[in-house]
Structures are given as structure tokens and as C-alpha cells.
């Protein structure tokens, strides 16, 4: 039996506002608990919120930048249920009157080819506080540091067909949040994370399947294997002649597992209800308007600008504009370097990007920056050095932090492009493996690589490759 | 002095003729007095009130006090006061001492107040008759075996004692105007969104309103004004210019277009009552106003729509006291569940639960539509009915209550009769239209409000009429003879 996937995301990405949504209590990671959490956060008798447009208005980029309408007016309403980190007993929401609705998002699969997920809608909400368990035996904490943070919920259509795809879409997501710079895209720190719902059903078949959904996800990696965990284990209980239950499951990492947390049968009724504390948002057009003209370039203009500027294969550009940062970096080096970007572009997709990730490091932290690349690539450009030996001065620029022409100077690395030198380097050689030469000239051609390793290694690499292949096939020749 | 109004007791305080720490220890010791017999406080707060009324003192010697220094008041115990126990009238909240100040008791306290004390109220707001408080009854200062009406029982019962010339409190449903009528004193609330509902304890956010209670029109008046306008923190507060209610109160009452409700002259309203009502009108008509009948074709429905959206966010609101972070914790619980329906369970009383539950119910997946919903739509039409009247009269005005006070424990086990005493009250809370009770006469000695009812933001008007009326009548210098 053949088997489709059909996979809807809800992406939580945490709205970078410098206060929380309804209080004025910062939002900053990693303060002790509960210093940052004031009587609006702990939910105190008598206390109300107040909305932060900052909030609104990164929730209008973001509707902006995926095509969708952008309500004029929407509602907050309550979402009642009891849990220790929800302070209040409900947790304010969108439902019925969400800010944003009707997007898409274009992705681009591993194969090349193009596909367009549907986004039904995206809502601001207030994030909750977490437990506390280690070191309390017995007893559970509560850290409300957290608890009222803007989150914008982005709900997809269950338009996705397998896991890969998923990614490719929260990946994207990922990409456009961090270029409006309306979420720092932390997801070791939770700001953002995603619930999948997952069905399968025949191929063919109309009808959608039962689904799962599993809750808080918060790696690229952890999505992917989730999901095709919870496909073969729907399989299989469909397989073994069994019924898909719809429930609320959990991915265990360690494991690498969805465990069942609650069925159906066990789920609240939130009893929404619109939020009498907070009037509904009203904006007009000009709002509206005013944000549009202050979006930026957006990921999929920056890589078709990218394409046609540079002369970038669509693959290319895509990888370069992957973040805005990494984009802003290429060009920067496009720019000092005056011109020469396809040499840019591998060098900052290949090496650079090689060293930033076994190193861990953002592009914003690497250690060489876009100036002292150009300068490194203008000596390849002018044939100081060769592109190989370029590598390794950019392994030195990467743990001295000197500039290219420094090193160079001092380790004597300029290319030998006098035929002279390269000339004696060859004679030497020549002497010195006469058995191989007598080959060579008895029509043992390949040996001439064996030559131009011998010379290089003899020049430590610094002749230049297209004059030593040319008085070498001169010399050998006889 | 403790029969001196707000306006009377200014002036004294500015003559010398009494000291504010003189003037507050007559009343702490009237309501110590008091306590006893009406238990219309849940903390007297002596300490705090002679050390501010020494802070007044100074300030009236200096002569930069501001226009309530040294008038003492007594706050609702539903408004949070920095550092003094705000209970709601409930074992939920019977330790609480909040760590902030309401809006409310903020600006009086800069106005100059000086707080005696906290009243005592239905459990969170939730009555009409103050019996649901955990600290007990309140009674009725003109007959100790009645109820002084709720939920603002506390703060009616003391001003009409004269243990404090004016008070606060709230209204959600007439917990302002209802105990006024009882009380036989006069109790404004306010439009919705006229006064900040930042730090008073909420029963149902849509609803509630912060007024005043007091004796005349004129010192509803004097506390309004600092009371009065909009509030950062909340944000269902308006931006709308606060009038000087004072400057406003001796307009003419030549032309004034009064409606009486058709509905409000029903059945159920006591014939004794309608006739003073009608004698009321008379004297108004005598000052140049028309009287004009108009009718509410939705009012009548006001008692069952209010009875759904209250309860409703009533559940919500109070979700957040769960033993977790403030307020009654029930002894060693077992588990989460546990320490939630024990907590509950022990710290609220019948009424509140019954509110919870019909809330949790009507919004309940199934049921919202037929309830919830349905009760929003009838409200917006009832606003549309008020909306109507107002385009051909300037307020309507009929009765506060349909009876007089009733006697203690006689409706506690008809929860439909209670919630019938807020009928003629209700609508103006659906609407968010502001209302004031005025007493109007006694029937059996026992005292009878009259309502007036205008449009949003007509407090200016509405005080008015009810100062010129005052101005023609005694009603509201009737005091309890116990009470003299």
C-alpha cells in the first residue's frame, strides 16, 4: 500500500520587543527566575494588560512579508486553562480575529524544484512561564520570566508531503523572521519552536488522515526526524490494521521517539472568549502602508537580485542570502574587492562558511571579517598567490587575525610567476628522477602529474601552476 | 463634625475649625463603635489614618494641600492599597496585603484623603445584599435586621451611619446605586471607562465601574473628580476630558427632557415606591423639566443577559486565584489537582462558585453560541435601545430598586429573587452608561432610591440634577436616628 504525508506546522517565533506584550518587564534570556516577571506577569489580583505596539507592529511585517491580509481590526481572547506557569489562568491569544491571514511561503526543495506552502494564518499571543524541577526534590518551581513574551503563532496549511519539506519550510520561516529582525531565531533558547501535525493516508485519497500533533519542537533537526518517526509509526498502525488516535504527542531527542501525552478525550476546552480587558487592535491603512514602505529586501528578492546582479547560479544566491547577514557579508567583499563575484561567492559559501560552522560561530562574529576576505581575494585576483595556497593563508588570517598581505609578507608566500626559478626547480627535478623521466619521454604521459607535484613541492607550492604546466611540458619534452 | 459633608468638612479643615487628626479620631472612634452592630468594615486602619491625618495637618498649616486633604474616606476592600490587607471579602484573600496601590486609592490619597479603613462587600463583588461577604453581613443602619444591599453594602451602611462622610465602591451590576437606595444615600458609577479599573479586583472587566458613595450629589462630585479620567494601565479607560463636576452642578433644570422608562414602572416595583417617585418628578417638573415616556423594548432582558456575560468573565477573572502565587493554599496537597480544588474549593464561598460554574457552562464548547454569544448580541441591542432614548430625552430616570431592604437571610436561598433586586440597575452596566441613585423618601421609615440614567460621559449632568434636586428636597440629610 502507498502511503502519503501530509504535514501542517505551527511555528512559535518569539517577537524581538524589548518588553513583554502586555507589561513593561523585560525580556531578556537568562536572568534569574522570576526577575523579570512584574505584577502584570505574576497575574496579581487587580492587575491589567496593556498592549505593546511593538508587538503589532513586527506582526504586521510579517503579514506583509508572506502576501496576507492584515486584519484592521482583530481580538485578543482569553485561553482559559489551569497549568502553574500560566499565571493568570488563561493565556491571552488571537482566536476568532487573528491579525494576519491568508500568506504563502515559497520553498525550494533539495531536488531544485519550487513549492508553494499556504498560511492560514498568524496571531499574537503571550508566552507562558516554565516549571522548575532540578534541585527541587518533591517540589516544583516557577520561573515566570518568560511568561507574558510575544510570540506570533504561524499556523501553515497541511500542505507539506514529507519531512524534508517541513524543514525546508520552517527553515525559511526562520530565514524571513530573522531578516524582518522580528525574532532573533534562537532555538536553543525557545524563541523558536514548532508544533507538526502529522497524518498519512492512502495515495490517492481525498480525505485527510487522523492526525498527531506533536508539540514544541525546537530543532531543524529534531523536525525532521519527529516526523518521519511519527509517519512510519502511523504506517504501521494502519498497516497492522489499527486506527490512528488523534492526540497530543511529545519528541523525545534522547530516544528519538513521539510519545502519546494526551488524547483527545483529555483536551482542554479553552472556552475562548474575547479579552474584556483589551480593546480590539484597530489600524488603518496608512499604518499599514508606513510599515510596507519600511520592510527590507525581502529573502526571495535578495537571491533573484543576487542571480541576476552577480551572475549567481539560482543555488548560489540562494545559499548567499540564506541570512541577511551572510548576504550583507558577500556583498560587502563584492564591493571591496571591486567586482570578482562568483570568486566571492565561493569563497564566502566555501571556506568561510566551512570555518563559521565547525568553529560555531554566527557570520557576524567570524573571525575574518568581509575587508580582510576581499584583501585575501585580491591576491588570487593579481596572482600573488594561488588559490590553494590561498586556503592556507586564510586558515592563518582565520587564527592570527592579520591581514593576507601580512602573512603572506612574512611566512614568503607570493607565487613564483618568474620562469627562471621555476625553470631551475624543474632542471632540479629532472636530475633527480631520471628513471621517471626516461618513462615520461617513452610515452608514460600521467607521470607528468608525478612532475608537477615534485616542482611544487619543491617550490613549497608557490609556483605558478599555469607557467610551471607550461615550462614543464616544454622541459620534459627535451 | 461626622454630620458634616465632604464640602462642609473642607472648609472646617482649612478654618481650623477642627484638625484633621481631631476629625479622624472622632470617626475612627465612631467606627469602632459602629463595628459591632453594622460590621460594615473588614480592617479599620488607625494607625495609617492618624499618621496620614498628620501628614494633612501639616500640609493644611503649610498651605499647598490639595482639595480633599485631610477628608477622611474609607475605601471598598476590592481596591488594592499598598501594604494593607485587601481581602474581596473573601477567605480567598483574607491575608493578601497587596504590594501596589489601585489607581483609585492612588489618586484620592494624592487628592488629600485620609483612609480609615477598608469595607466591607459581597465575596468579590458577587451580591446584593452583602450576605456572601467571608467577614459577615453588614446591616442596615436603619433597621439591624435588614440588609444594607451589595455589593458595596460596607462602604452605603458607613456613609449612612455617618462613620465616613463619603466612601468608594464599585459597580458591576447597581453595586453602587442598589445599597444606595437601601441605604438611603446618594452613589454615583460612573461611564464605563470614566475611572481606572487598574488595581480593583475584577469580577466582570466588561462591567465593572468605580464610584463614589456619600450623602449629597455634591461630594459624589468632589471625589470624582480626582478619581476620574484616563489611566495608562488600563486600557479600557478613555481619553476624555474630566469636567469640573462642582462648577457643573447648580445648571438650571429649565428644559431638561426627562424620560421615564416604561419598564422601569412595572409590576414588580413597590406602588409606595412609584408613588414617591412621582412626587420626585413633580419638583423636578416645578424646576423646568419635561417629563416624556419612553420605552426600552429590550430592557427586559437585561437580568438573564447580565446573568451569562458576568458569570463568564467572572470564571476567567478569578481562574488566577489557584493557590499558586497569593491567597488561600488548602494544607498539604496531595498533588497539583488537589492544591487546585482544595485551594478553590475552601477559599471561595457558594456564591462565587455557583458564578464560576454557570461561567465555565456558558462558555463551554457547545454552549457558547447559544449563550455566551447570544447574550452579547442582546446586550448590544439593549445599548442600541438606551442609544435611542437618548436621542429624544437627556436622561430617564425611574426607580433604583423595587423594594425597600429586605430582611437578612431572606433571599439567600433564591439566588433568581436576589439577582431580581438589580433589575432596574443591570442596564445601564450592559450599556456602560453612567447612574446615579438620590434617595427620594421613606417608605415604612425605610429609605427609597431614585435612579437617573444618562448617556456616556453625562456625569456632569447627571449630578445636577440630583444637587438640584437635593436642593429641594431633605431626603438625603435623613440620617438612622441611631446614627445622629
New interface residues.
Given amino acids: 500500500m502507498a502511503w502519503e504525508t501530509v504535514i501542517g506546522l505551527e511555528i512559535h517565533a518569539q517577537l524581538a520587543t524589548r518588553s513583554k506584550i502586555f507589561s513593561g518587564s523585560a525580556t531578556a534570556f537568562g536572568a534569574a527566575p522570576n526577575a523579570q516577571a512584574n505584577?502584570v506577569d505574576?497575574?496579581?489580583?487587580?492587575?491589567?494588560?496593556?498592549?505593546n505596539g511593538a508587538a503589532v507592529r513586527m506582526a504586521v511585517m510579517f503579514g506583509l512579508a508572506i502576501g496576507a491580509r492584515i486584519a484592521q481590526r482583530s481580538v485578543f481572547a482569553?485561553k482559559?486553562y489551569?497549568y502553574?506557569d500560566l499565571?493568570?489562568?488563561?493565556q491571552i491569544s488571537q482566536y476568532e480575529l487573528p491579525i494576519v491571514a491568508g500568506g504563502q511561503m515559497d520553498i525550494v526543495l533539495e531536488d531544485g524544484s519550487a513549492k508553494r506552502v499556504g498560511i492560514t494564518r498568524a496571531h499574537l499571543e503571550e508566552d507562558a512561564g516554565k516549571s522548575l524541577h532540578e534541585g527541587l526534590p518533591g517540589q516544583s518551581g516557577?520561573d515566570l520570566n518568560r511568561a507574558g513574551t510575544p510570540l506570533i503563532e504561524i499556523v501553515s496549511e497541511p500542505d507539506m508531503r514529507s519531512a524534508k519539506e517541513a524543514v525546508a519550510y520552517m527553515k525559511k520561516v526562520h530565514t524571513l523572521v530573522r531578516y524582518l529582525r522580528i525574532c532573533d531565531g534562537n532555538m536553543q533558547e525557545g524563541s523558536f519552536r514548532c508544533d507538526a501535525n502529522v497524518s498519512v493516508r492512502q495515495v490517492g485519497s481525498e480525505k485527510l488522515g487522523t492526525r498527531a500533533e506533536i508539540k514544541n519542537i525546537n530543532s531543524f533537526r529534531f523536525v525532521e526526524k519527529a516526523i518521519n518517526y511519527e509517519v512510519a509509526r502511523q504506517i504501521e498502525v494502519l498497516e497492522g490494521g489499527g486506527k490512528v488516535v488523534q492526540e497530543t504527542r511529545l519528541y523525545d531527542p534522547d530516544r528519538a521517539e513521539t510519545r502519546s501525552m494526551r488524547s483527545k478525550e483529555e483536551a482542554n476546552?479553552y472556552?475562548?472568549?474575547p479579552d474584556?480587558?483589551?480593546?480590539p487592535v484597530e489600524i488603518d491603512n496608512a499604518y499599514i502602508e508606513g510599515i510596507r514602505a519600511q520592510l527590507p529586501e525581502l529573502p526571495d528578492q535578495k537571491a533573484q537580485r543576487f542571480a541576476t546582479q552577480y551572475g549567481l547560479s539560482h543555488y548560489d544566491a540562494l545559499v548567499l542570502t540564506a541570512s541577511s547577514e551572510l548576504a550583507d557579508y558577500f556583498e560587502q567583499v563584492v564591493q571591496k574587492l571591486g567586482g570578482e563575484p562568483k570568486l566571492a561567492a565561493n569563497w564566502v559559501s566555501g571556506d568561510l562558511s566551512g570555518f563559521l560552522n565547525r568553529d560555531g560561530l554566527e557570520i557576524t562574529h567570524s573571525r575574518v571579517d568581509a575587508a580582510a576576505l576581499a584583501g585575501l581575494l585580491a591576491r588570487v585576483r593579481d596572482n600573488t598567490i594561488s588559490g590553494k595556497i590561498a586556503k592556507d593563508v586564510f586558515e592563518a588570517m582565520w587564527q592570527d587575525q592579520q591581514s593576507a598581505d601580512a602573512i603572506i609578507a612574512a611566512r614568503g608566500l607570493q607565487q613564483i610567476t618568474d620562469d627562471g626559478p621555476i625553470e631551475q626547480a624543474i632542471a632540479a627535478v629532472m636530475a633527480a628522477n631520471p628513471a621517471q623521466l626516461a618513462d615520461y619521454r617513452s610515452g608514460k604521459d600521467k607521470l607528468f602529474g608525478f612532475f608537477v607535484g615534485q616542482v611544487m613541492k619543491a617550490t613549497q607550492g608557490k609556483a605558478n601552476p599555469a607557467r610551471l604546466n607550461e615550462l614543464l611540458k616544454k622541459l620534459l619534452s627535451g | 463634625m461626622h454630620s458634616e459633608t465632604v464640602a462642609q468638612l473642607q472648609q472646617g479643615l482649612r478654618a481650623r475649625k477642627y484638625s484633621a487628626v481631631e476629625l479622624t479620631r472622632a470617626l475612627l472612634a465612631r467606627i469602632e463603635s459602629a463595628q459591632p452592630a453594622l460590621n460594615a468594615f473588614i480592617s479599620i486602619e488607625s494607625e495609617a489614618a492618624l499618621a496620614a491625618a498628620a501628614v494633612a495637618d501639616q500640609r493644611l498649616a503649610a498651605g499647598d494641600a490639595p482639595a480633599l486633604t485631610g477628608v477622611p474616606i474609607a475605601h471598598k476592600d476590592i481596591?488594592?492599597a499598598a501594604g494593607s490587607r485587601?481581602t474581596?471579602g473573601s477567605k480567598m484573600?483574607s491575608n493578601?496585603i497587596?504590594?501596589?496601590d489601585?489607581t483609585v486609592v492612588a489618586r484620592l490619597r494624592a487628592a488629600g484623603a485620609v483612609v480609615l479603613g477598608k469595607t466591607n462587600m459581597d465575596e468579590f463583588a458577587m451580591g446584593s445584599s452583602n450576605e456572601t461577604s467571608h467577614f459577615g453581613p453588614v446591616r442596615n443602619p436603619w433597621n439591624l435586621k435588614l440588609v444594607p444591599g451589595g455589593s458595596s453594602g460596607g462602604s452605603a451602611a458607613a456613609v449612612a451611619a455617618r462613620l465616613v462622610p463619603a466612601a468608594t465602591a464599585t459597580d458591576t451590576g447597581g453595586s453602587i446605586r442598589q445599597p444606595a437606595a437601601l441605604c438611603g444615600v446618594t452613589g454615583l458609577k460612573p461611564t464605563y471607562g470614566r475611572v481606572s479599573?487598574?488595581?480593583?479586583?475584577?469580577f466582570?472587566?466588561?462591567l465593572d465601574q468605580a464610584g463614589v458613595l456619600a450623602r449629597t450629589a455634591e461630594d459624589v462630585a468632589l471625589l470624582l473628580k480626582p478619581m476620574a479620567g484616563f489611566d495608562?494601565?488600563?486600557?479600557?479607560s478613555v481619553e476624555c476630558e474630566v469636567p469640573d463636576y462642582q462648577a457643573a452642578l447648580n445648571q438650571p433644570l429649565k428644559g431638561l427632557r426627562i424620560g421615564l422608562l416604561k419598564e422601569f414602572f412595572d409590576q414588580g416595583l413597590d406602588p409606595r415606591i412609584e408613588a414617591l417617585l412621582r412626587t420626585a418628578l413633580e419638583q423636578l417638573r416645578a424646576q423646568g423639566a419635561t417629563l416624556t415616556d419612553v420605552s426600552l423594548p429590550n430592557l427586559p432582558l437585561s437580568v438573564p443577559t447580565y446573568y451569562v456575560v458576568a458569570p463568564?468573565?467572572c470564571?476567567?477573572n478569578?481562574?488566577?486565584?489557584?493557590g499558586?502565587?497569593?491567597?488561600h493554599r488548602c494544607e498539604n496537597p496531595r498533588d497539583?489537582k488537589d492544591l487546585?480544588e482544595r485551594s478553590r474549593g475552601e477559599g471561595f464561598g457558594a456564591e462565587v462558585k455557583r458564578r464560576i460554574m454557570t461561567g465555565?457552562y456558558v462558555?463551554?464548547?457547545g454552549y457558547?453560541d447559544a449563550y455566551?454569544l447570544k447574550a452579547q448580541r442582546v446586550r448590544a441591542l439593549i445599548a442600541a435601545d438606551f442609544e435611542r432614548a437618548f436621542s429624544t430625552v437627556d436622561v430617564l430616570i425611574g426607580p433604583t430598586t423595587p423594594t425597600v431592604a429586605f430582611e437578612i437571610g431572606a433571599k439567600t436561598n433564591d439566588p433568581v429573587t436576589m439577582y431580581l433586586n438589580d433589575i432596574y440597575t443591570i442596564g445601564a452596566n450592559l450599556a456602560g452608561l453612567p447612574g446615579v441613585s438620590i434617595p427620594c423618601g421613606l417608605v415604612d421609615g425605610l429609605p427609597a432610591g431614585l435612579q437617573i440614567v444618562g448617556p456616556h460621559f453625562s456625569e456632569a449632568r447627571l449630578l445636577n440634577v440630583a444637587h438640584r434636586y437635593q436642593q429641594e428636597s431633605d431626603w438625603h440629610q435623613r440620617t438612622p436616628e441611631a446614627y445622629r
Fill in positions: 505584577l505574576l497575574g496579581y489580583p487587580g492587575v491589567l494588560p496593556v498592549l482569553r482559559n489551569f502553574p499565571p493568570k489562568g488563561y516557577i476546552d472556552r475562548y472568549f474584556p480587558d483589551l480593546l | 481596591f488594592c485587601t474581596c484573600l493578601f497587596s504590594p501596589y489601585s479599573r487598574y488595581g480593583m479586583i475584577a466582570a472587566s466588561s495608562p494601565r488600563d486600557s479600557t463568564a468573565e470564571s476567567s478569578l481562574a488566577r486565584f489557584d499558586v502565587r497569593f491567597g497539583l487546585y465555565t462558555l463551554s464548547a457558547y455566551y
